[in-house]
T-cell receptor, first 115, second 113 residues
């Protein structure tokens, strides 16, 4: 158990819908990262927040957005869902935002299925 | 931009045999290198990391990896595998001074009796 929690574990929804994925980082970690794992694209970085501020953006679609709240939990919002958004979404957390000791601890993931 | 290539998508091996999972990276700046393991229906767990210093890095569960700067490689090895090592293994790189990880496509290690 990494100490990172993600809810829900599974999510099944229809095209065009909007969903919210939630992540609670390890106690004391200020950074939260979101990754998408799909069969065709592999594991891709989406976005990074540090202490409530966006720090880096990867291959995140405009239909997707995220935020980190004052209690440091984070939410990833996916809207106008398409079949291709079906994937495993991971959250990771770390104590700092950069540097050699910025080890990222991964949550168990949320499996999103869009029908 | 950096990239990571895992040359084998699947590696079948018999129990107690040695294994090497290959990883090559490309980057024009200093990098930190990682190997993660993903067991079925679980998240990623860090196996080992190279930050600096000795090029031979030892990790959990008997795995080790060697950083070779001239070959831009970071191959993962284990002298004797167990059935329980069956999992997907991901090589990842992070640029010095940056926060995000770039992953390879993964190598599925299949250990059979």
């Amino acid at each position: 158990d990494s100490g990172v929690t993600q809810t829900p574990k599974h999510l099944i929804t229809a095209t065009g819908q909007r969903v919210t994925l939630r992540c609670s980082p390890r106690s004391g970690d200020l950074s939260v990262y979101w990754y998408q794992q799909s069969l065709d694209q592999g594991l891709q970085f989406l976005i990074h927040y540090y202490n409530g501020e966006e720090r880096a953006k990867g291959n995140i679609l405009e239909r997707f957005s995220a935020q980190q709240f004052p209690d440091l939990h984070s939410e990833l919002n996916l809207s106008s869902l398409e079949l291709g958004d079906s994937a495993l979404y991971f959250c990771a957390s770390s104590v700092v935002d950069r540097g050699p000791h910025n080890e990222q601890f991964f949550g168990p993931g949320t499996r999103l299925t869009v029908l | 931009a950096q990239s990571v290539t895992q040359l084998d998508s699947q590696v079948p091996v018999f129990e107690e045999a040695p294994v090497e999972l290959r990883c090559n990276y490309s980057s024009s700046v200093s990098v930190y290198l990682f190997w993660y393991v993903q067991y079925p229906n679980q998240g990623l767990q860090l196996l080992l990391k190279y930050l600096s210093g000795s090029t031979l890095v030892k990790g959990i569960n008997g795995f080790e990896a060697e950083f070779n700067k001239s070959q831009t490689s970071f191959h993962l090895r284990k002298p004797s595998v167990h059935i329980s090592d069956t999992a997907e293994y991901f090589c990842a790189v992070r640029l010095s001074g940056y926060s995000t990880l770039t992953f390879g496509k993964g190598t599925m290690l299949l250990v059979s009796p």
